[in-house]
């Protein structure tokens, strides 16, 4: 077995925590290269001072500085670089086998795509990327011979119910629909007129999953879920018409696959992030992850109902950005960015995020994307419109 060096994109968020866990368990498999974080310094340090990595990266300079000095403190040759060139150096690094992408929201395209770009085994947590660029990411994994590996549990769990080797035809490999299920988030039961009134410690405390703030709201929401809606169609080639989402409070069935002779495999398990960062580091093998057995006759049962599109207009947004094509996933995920920071900072309610975002989608029109620079123009002018709408509140 040889060691496979790792670059950790977001080390200090939530799935960076849960790789570096799982990276822990096995010293003899991994050996990390470099570790990212844009805030919470001194979390990074503490984990350069643990996994010794080559290079770190902070937002800027002066954090750079002062965190290469107190490593230099420590007799630690950690080199320390900053901001988006920082992070596609360490990212396309001819030294580094795997990238985990895990920076959240649009800030990750650029590095996540670096990694694809260079050839990488690319673990993307980072769904915002494909929902943004997915025919210009797609692209770059298959030009580059990049091994894409999905570590949203639901596309895990798809990827794992495909055949190995599964064609960028589906038809091909029989299959007629995939499922993604959805816990319902903390609002499952919620009534329309209570909606309102949620706050932003009530949205991001979600029942089933520990996860950061900006993915807690869209759970909250459902546009979490219309997001991946939109990843699953650029990662499997599938149109919105053969991606069903089941709402499934349990959240122990992660997603579903439907075979045209009426077979559906799922995969199970607890909810832990550790299972499919795992899955992922290890694929094809199967390594420990930390997460406990799953005790089915603790679970008891598995519950089922459709997604209320009414409590939840953002799950309707997403299909219609997907249908829409062309820059309106892009224009969706940064509409949708800037309307969770403003909720998050009480500037606007809760019911009003998936308002500002079907305006901006009506402002900003969609239009053909051919490169990157489509993709950066569409997320620029929804960002400009959304913010207009935010200040005019
Ligand atoms: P988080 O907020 O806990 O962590 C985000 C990480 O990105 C941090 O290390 C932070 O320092 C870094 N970061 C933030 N802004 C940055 C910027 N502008 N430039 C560079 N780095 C920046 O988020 P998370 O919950 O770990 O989610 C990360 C990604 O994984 C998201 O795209 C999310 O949708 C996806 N995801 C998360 C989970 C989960 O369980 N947390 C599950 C599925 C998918
Ligand atoms: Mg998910």
């Not at 960062?277 to 930390?290: C, V």
């Not at 598995?302 to 892009?330: H, K, N, Q």
Request: glycine letters at 8%.
């Amino acid at each position: 077995m040889s060691v496979q060096t790792l670059t950790i994109l977001g080390a200090t968020g939530s799935i960076g925590g849960s790789t570096l866990d799982v990276v822990r368990r096995h010293p003899d498999r991994y050996r990390v290269f470099a570790l990212t974080a844009f805030q919470r310094m001194a979390e990074l340090a503490d984990l350069c001072r643990e996994f010794r990595p080559d290079c770190a990266v902070a937002a800027t300079a002066e954090q750079a500085a002062a965190l290469a000095g107190a490593l230099r403190a420590d007799g630690i040759a950690t080199e320390v670089l900053w901001g988006e060139q920082g992070l596609i150096q360490v990212a396309a690094h001819e030294q580094v086998d795997a990238v985990m992408a895990a920076i959240v929201g649009a800030a990750g395209l650029e590095s996540a795509l670096a990694a694809a770009r260079a050839g990488k085994r690319v673990l993307l947590a980072n769904k915002e990327a494909l929902v943004m660029a997915g025919p210009v990411f797609m692209a770059a994994v298959r030009e580059n011979g990049a091994v894409l590996l999905p570590i949203d549990s639901e596309h895990n769990a798809i990827f794992q119910s495909l055949p190995r080797g599964f064609s960028r035809n589906l038809d091909d490999d029989g299959v007629r629909r995939i499922l993604l299920t959805a816990s319902g988030g903390p609002f499952r039961t919620t009534p329309a007129e209570a909606m309102a009134a949620v706050t932003p410690a009530q949205a991001v405390a979600h029942p089933k999953w520990s996860m950061g703030p900006k993915i807690s709201v869209d759970s909250a929401t459902l546009m979490n879920k219309g997001l991946e809606v939109i990843e699953a169609s650029f990662l499997f080639n599938l149109p919105a018409e053969r991606i069903d989402v089941v709402v499934h409070p349990q959240s122990i069935i992660h997603s579903l696959v439907e075979y045209v002779d009426g077979s559906v495999l799922a995969q199970l398990g607890n909810p832990d992030m550790r299972t499919p960062i795992a899955h992922a580091l290890a694929y094809p093998e199967r390594i420990d992850s930390g997460v406990a057995p799953l005790d089915l006759f603790q679970v008891a049962r598995l519950d089922f109902e459709a997604p209320d599109l009414e409590r939840f207009p953002c799950l309707g947004l997403a299909y219609r950005a997907l249908r829409e094509g062309g820059r309106s996933p892009a224009v969706l995920n940064a509409a949708n960015e800037v309307a969770v920071a403003a909720f998050l900072d009480g500037r606007i309610g809760f019911a009003a995020i998936p308002r500002l975002i079907a305006a901006v989608l009506d402002e900003v029109g969609t239009s053909a994307v051919h490169s990157l620079g489509d993709v950066r123009e569409a997320d620029r002018l929804a960002r400009q419109a959304a913010l207009g709408r935010v200040a005019g509140h």
